[in-house]
Structures are given as C-alpha cells and as structure tokens.
C-alpha cells in the first residue's frame, strides 16, 4: 500500500529569472571601425589626432596654448644644455689635474647644470600649469557640444538602429578628454627631450642612438597593440554597457522606487544587472590572455636590446674607442634617452588610446550634425490661422507599417479637435507631425500655407504649446517648470495666469516656497507632487506659453473628476485665440471639440461631431459604449 506521502503534490520549483537580451545590430554600426585597420595606419593617426588635439586647445585657451608651446621649446633647450654641460663637466672631473683644479674647473659646468636642471623642472610647472587651464573648459566644450547636438538632431534620428549606443561610445570620448591634453603635452615634451639627447649621444657615437630605438620600440609596438585590444573589448561592451546604465537609473531612483518594492523586483533586477556586468566582464577577461601575450613579447624583445645597447657601451669604453668622460656622459645621455623614449611609447599609446574614442566621439558629432533640422528659412509668425494637413504617411525607422497612413485633415483658428482612437492607432504621432517634430515621409503639412519642411522649426515650436502623454517632471523651481527658463515677463503675473488656468494655485500656496520649490524631493531642500499634480504644471507649460497652436494628449489622465472637468471647461473658455487639439480616451471629453476624428491604424476612419458620431454606430459609439460599461 502506497504511503500517504506518494500522493502529496511536490511543490513546483519556480522557473530561473530570464536573461538580459541579447543586443546586436546590423549595418554600418554592427562593423567596429578597426576590424580592417593595419598597424601601420594605427600609428598615422596619431600626428592626426595631435592636429585635432592642438586645434581644439587653440579654440578653448590661446594663451595657455601659446605657453604651453613656450614650455616644451624650453624643455628641449634645457635638455640639450645639460647634456653638453655634463660633457664639459666629466672632462674636467675625469682629468688627470688634482682634484681641487679638477673641481674649480668643472664648477662653471655644474652651475649649468644645475640652472638647466632648475629651468627645464619651471618649464615642466609651467606646463602643468597651462594644461589645467585648457582640460577643465576644453571637456565642458566638449560635453555641452555632445548635449546641444543630441538636442538639436530630428527626433526621428532617436529610433535609428544604434543611435543611443553611438552616443554612450562618444561619451568615452568625452571622459578622454580629460586626459588627452595631458598625454598630447607629456608626449611632445618626450619627444622634444628624446630628439635632444639622440642629437647628443649620436655625436658621442652614432652607433648608441638605433640601438636605443630598438630597445623602446617593441614596448611602443606593444602598447598601440594593447590599446587596439581595449577598444575592441569597448567596442563590444557599447550596447550592454548602455542598456546597464539605464537600468541602473529605473533600479535606483526613487521614482520607481515603489514599483520596484511592492513588486518584489529587487532580486530580479539585482541578477539582471549582475548578469550584464558579468556579460562585459567575460569579454573583458577574454581579451586579458591577448594583452599578456603581446606585453611579454614586446618586454623580451626590448630587454634583449636594452642588453645589447649597455653592452655595447661598455664595450667601447673598455677598448678605449671612446674616452672615459664621453662614456660616462653617455651613460647620462642613454638614461635621458631611455626615459624620453619610454615616455614616448607610454604617452603614444595614450594618444593613440585618446585618438579611437575621439574619433568616436567625432563621428557621432558628424552623424548627429547631418541629422540636425535643416528645412527651410522661412518664418511662420502668429496668428496660427490655418494648419492643413494633406495626404501624410509617416513610418518609423525598422517598422513594416505606417503609424500614419494618408490623414488629411484642415484646422482653423477657433476650433477644437479631438483625436480619439485606441492605443497604437497613431493618435501621438499625428501630433508629432502637425507640430513638425517629425516630418512626413509623403505628403506635406501647411501653417498658414507654409509647408514645415520649408520653415524655420524655431518659429514653428515658438508657436506650440505641447502637453505630452509622459512629459518631463524637471528638477527645478515650480517657476521654471512652468515657464521652462523662458520667462516673458521679469514679474510672476503671466505664471500665476498659467497657475490658475491649470487649477493649481492651491497646490502651489501649500509648498514650503511656492514658485521658488525645487520639485526633486531627491535633492535637499526639494519637494514633489502627485501624479495629477505634475499634470496640472504639465498643462500650465503649456498655457504659460499662449500657443497658437495647443496640443494636450491625455491632459487629464491623472486628475480627480473636479479637475479634469475645471481643465476642459478651461481649454473651452480660451479656443477662440488657437487652434485647440484634444487626444484623449475618455470620450465623454470629446463634447467640447467642434470637430472629432477617430483613427485606426493610422488612418482616420470617422469624424465628424459629438452628437452625430455617437449615433452613427461606429468605432466612436462602440468605445463610448464600452468605457460607459467600465
């Protein structure tokens, strides 16, 4: 008889949590740009990348520039008089004159000495100096050009294939630039150095120079060696690296700290940065067993001529081919040399490492500059009278169908428009082409007979005002969130307008500071708002700015009933002066607009008003049906 506990049901073992996704593309950014790079085109970028270097420095800090040239000319004359005073001063030490004669006559040389040695460590001060004038304002440079061209390009170019990953590459270059004025100046200086005290020790003997050069290039070779194996590790670790970042941000801020919480998703999101930290690290540590094999290579190969460049010394001291004064300056010589040369590989490698993300870096900019709005210069002005919309077709980037697929639509000053439709019916991006944000890929929209692919955008936006369905919640002053940094005025009447058409005047007395609250409760000092709250300052933007042409997309969708009715009834009361359109899903809403269009798959497929459209027994009455149900 079978035991009681062979009929017990064994508990299911939960399934593992799911994996990061796998990212990769396909095009021009799915080819890393060194993957048919020879080594000896590595090495031509680098005077390339000096240019560059030197011309940015030159537009941040002429002087600091102009001084940190004077350094390194100082630099070299200081090498050179310290070498050939050292000679002067072995002859006279190396004599065969008694000590206190070889001494009084070496003194005048050591003084040399000593003054090139004090001159070449100021100009070093110097340099240092002039270079952390240039850094600090060259990478702000940098950093606010990347922001202002990612601002600046069509908001089309975000759904590009990659577009977001190119941006987190060209931030490396940012980060770089840190750095890249102090590896341009130590690698001139090194090279200025190293050319002095060849010359120097080439007219000692002219056999010590190539075998110094051998000595330090194998470490050269395999520095630059090295640092294509870095990039390629970074280059493969772009996508995951980015999508790390950003999950980073949603698992940490507060704002989704209570999702996160009550939806036990801490343990997931845990395992999942993890895993994605462990994708790149595997990559990472891949790459380590190239890197080992290339630097004991390189280190074998310059030690034996390191051995032979001694050797070689020693040797012509020891059978009197060259005095023993001139080898012991050679001694000083090659060690100057040595370090110069050494200094040179080091700071050419950083040069090079800089050069793979600058041209990151540069290649976004140029992307994103050829993807920047560049229609036409003519102005539309207020009043909005008229927007004419004809036959437009708009896809987005890697999709098989249209979001909007032949709307043609006419608005006139006055009216109110609502756009009803279910999710995905192309509703949002049909205000994002009435507003010329994006441009269609056939047919034309028309501002008072201007068509936005001819006018200034600038003009175009002066006359939006633009409630969104997820709009931004800034860490700033209640003011500037309402006024957006562009005040019309230098006193608060024009936003309290904005504050009372909103229905938010109650909200804002009860802040610690009213229009001056900092509404980022994560910073000290700073407050914040509820869901519907937010909304409301979301629609004082937007009537702060009196638009001639008012877009709300689901304005009231986080509002009480009283204020989602006082902010329609309010819409109502100022539609004489704009043109007025009204997306929503509360179709109840819809009574307010003279005139209302209902889409499916991006077209429009009824319109007509309220009262008729509720009787006609289409998609509009069905959905006013269903949401009377709920």
Not at 446 to 474: C, H, K, M, S
Request: charged share 20%; with cysteine.
């Amino acid at each position: 008889m079978a035991s009681p506990e062979t009929h017990e049901q064994q508990p299911e073992t939960a399934p593992p949590f799911p994996p990061p996704a796998e990212i990769s593309y396909t095009g021009q950014y799915a080819v890393n740009p060194l993957a048919e790079v020879s080594f000896r085109h590595m090495c031509a970028q680098i005077p390339g990348v000096l240019r560059r270097i030197a011309r940015l420095a030159w537009l941040t800090d002429r002087r600091a520039v102009q001084l940190l040239l004077g350094c390194q000319v100082i630099t070299g004359v200081s090498a050179a008089v310290l070498l050939t005073a050292t000679a002067e001063a072995m002859q006279s030490v190396l004599s065969d004159r008694a000590v206190a004669d070889r001494l009084h006559s070496a003194l005048p040389a050591l003084l040399v000495v000593a003054l090139a040695a004090a001159l070449g460590r100021g100009a070093a001060s110097l340099a240092m100096y002039a270079e952390r004038r240039i850094t600090p304002r060259l990478t702000t440079e940098t950093d606010t050009a990347l922001v202002e061209a990612v601002c600046r390009v069509e908001a089309a170019a975000y759904a590009v294939d990659g577009f977001s990953d190119r941006q987190e590459a060209a931030e490396m270059g940012v980060i770089r630039t840190q750095v890249m004025i102090a590896d341009a100046q130590g690698l001139m200086s090194a090279l200025i150095r190293m050319m002095t005290a060849g010359g120097v020790l080439s007219v000692l003997n002219v056999l010590m120079l190539p075998l110094l050069v051998l000595a330090v290039l194998p470490a050269g070779i395999g520095a630059v060696l090295t640092a294509r194996v870095d990039y390629e590790t970074h280059y493969a670790n772009v996508a995951d690296r980015n999508v790390r970042g950003m999950m980073r941000w949603w698992a940490t801020t507060s704002k989704y700290g209570d999702e996160v919480r009550a939806n036990s998703m801490t343990d997931y999101l845990t395992y999942w940065y993890r895993a994605l930290s462990d994708r790149c690290d595997r990559r990472t540590l891949a790459a380590a067993p190239r890197t080992l094999r290339i630097s004991l290579l390189s280190s074998l190969a310059g030690g034996f001529f390191l051995v032979a460049t001694w050797g070689a010394l020693a040797w012509l001291a020891a059978t009197g081919r060259i005095d023993l004064a001139v080898a012991a300056t050679a001694v000083v010589a090659v060690q100057t040399t040595l370090s110069a040369l050494s200094q040179v590989v080091v700071n050419g490698a950083a040069v090079f490492h800089t050069s793979l993300y600058l041209g990151d870096m540069q290649a976004f900019l140029d992307d994103a500059a050829a993807r920047a709005s560049r229609r036409g210069p003519r102005a539309v002005s207020a009043p909005i009278e008229e927007i004419k919309v004809e036959e437009v077709v708009y896809r987005y980037p890697g999709e098989a169908r249209p979001a909007v697929d032949g709307v043609s639509l006419t608005l006139r000053r006055g009216e109110i428009l609502a756009i009803v439709g279910a999710n995905g019916s192309g509703k949002s991006t049909l205000t994002r082409l009435l507003t010329g944000i994006y441009l269609p890929d056939k047919g034309k929209v028309f501002w008072n007979g201007t068509d936005l692919a001819e006018a200034d955008p600038a003009t175009v936006w002066a006359n939006t005002g633009l409630v969104p369905q997820i709009f931004a919640q800034w860490p700033l002053r209640l003011r500037e969130n309402i006024t957006l940094g562009q005040p019309r005025t230098h006193d608060d009447e024009p936003v309290w307008e904005a504050v009372d058409a909103a229905g938010l005047r109650e909200t804002v007395e009860d802040l610690p500071a009213g229009l001056d609250t900092l509404l980022a409760r994560d910073i000290f000092g700073g407050a914040e708002l509820s869901g519907g709250q937010w909304q409301r300052v979301a629609c004082s933007r937007a009537l702060y700015r009196r638009p001639g042409l008012l877009i709300l997309d689901e304005p009231t969708s986080q509002m009480d009933p009283r204020g989602e009715h006082g902010v329609f009834q309010q819409i109502k009361s100022i539609a004489a002066d704009r043109i007025t359109i009204v997306v929503t899903h509360r179709l109840e809403n819809t009574k307010i607009a003279d005139h209302i269009v209902v889409m499916e798959h991006g077209r429009i497929t009824e319109q007509g008003v309220y009262d008729d459209l509720v009787h006609a027994g289409g998609t509009f009455a069905e959905l006013l049906e269903l949401s009377r149900k709920r």
